[in-house]
Nanobody, 127 residues
Framework: QVQLAESGGGLVQAGDSLRLSCAASGPSFGRFALAWFRQAPGKEREFLAALRLRDDVVRYADSVKGRFTISRNSARNAVYLQMLSLKPEDTAIYYC????????????????????WGQGTQVTVSS
């Protein structure tokens, strides 16, 4: 069982940066793939970025490539999402997710890959 807790959300202005954190607890942290998704009101949950911890394979959604960066701190069992040049359309609840271990690269962007989810953290970007 993996437990995930996001933090770092808040209210920022357009153009600002923000770093979200995801603290993970559970056995064998290094064998999982962790990902960030977001969900805006009235919209589907959207994949943003994923990091497969056993080999540091990274995948990004085209919509955030170049602005968002996923990274890890293995000593703290944490994964981060650095977000630059935020826009009002980035306003959403941001979720951290983990698979059960063994995700293949082609599946890293799929919501169905992830079995464990955090409660989410709200990010609001004002214009």
């Amino acid at each position: 069982q993996v437990q995930l807790a996001e933090s770092g959300g808040g209210l920022v202005q357009a153009g600002d940066s923000l770093r979200l954190s995801c603290a993970a607890s559970g056995p064998s942290f290094g064998r999982f793939a962790l990902a960030w998704f977001r969900q805006a009101p009235g919209k589907e949950r959207e994949f943003l970025a994923a990091l497969r911890l056993r080999d540091d394979v990274v995948r990004y959604a085209d919509s955030v490539k170049g602005r968002f960066t996923i990274s890890r701190n293995s000593a703290r069992n944490a994964v981060y999402l650095q977000m630059l040049s935020l826009k009002p359309e980035d306003t959403a609840i941001y979720y951290c997710a983990s698979d059960r271990g063994g995700a293949i690269v082609s599946s890293l962007g799929s919501r169905a890959t992830y079995a464990y989810w955090g409660q989410g953290t709200q990010v609001t970007v004002s214009s």
